[in-house]
Nanobody, 122 residues
């Protein structure tokens, strides 16, 4: 069983930056695709970014391309989401997830963290 714990959320002004971290334990971290999703109030959870385990290939939602960067450190069992040029519409609870496939589909991720709040003030 894999446990995921996110950290790094907070309040930031529009145009600012935050880095989220997700620490994994209880599984073979390097074998999983790691993803970030987010859910804004009143909206469905949506895909943000993912990184696969083999070649570190990355995937991004169009809304964050060029602003967010996902990376992983297999030695530390940690995945990161660097968020730059933040906008008010980026305000959401951000969730880390682990799965076997590199995909944007939530249903393909088997393990989820508890989420961390990101609030962007304008």
């Amino acid at each position: 069983q894999v446990q995921l714990v996110e950290s790094g959320g907070g309040v930031v002004q529009a145009g600012g930056s935050l880095r989220l971290s997700c620490a994994a334990s209880g599984g073979t971290f390097s074998m999983y695709t790691m993803g970030w999703f987010r859910q804004a109030p009143g909206k469905e959870r949506e895909f943000v970014a993912a990184i696969n385990w083999s070649f570190g290939r990355t995937y991004y939602a169009d809304s964050v391309k060029g602003r967010f960067t996902i990376s992983r450190d297999n030695a530390k069992n940690t995945v990161y989401l660097q968020m730059n040029s933040l906008r008010s519409e980026d305000t959401a609870v951000y969730y880390c997830a682990a799965g076997w496939m590199a995909t944007t589909a939530m249903s393909q991720y088997n393990y989820w963290g508890q989420g961390t709040q990101v609030t962007v003030s304008s």
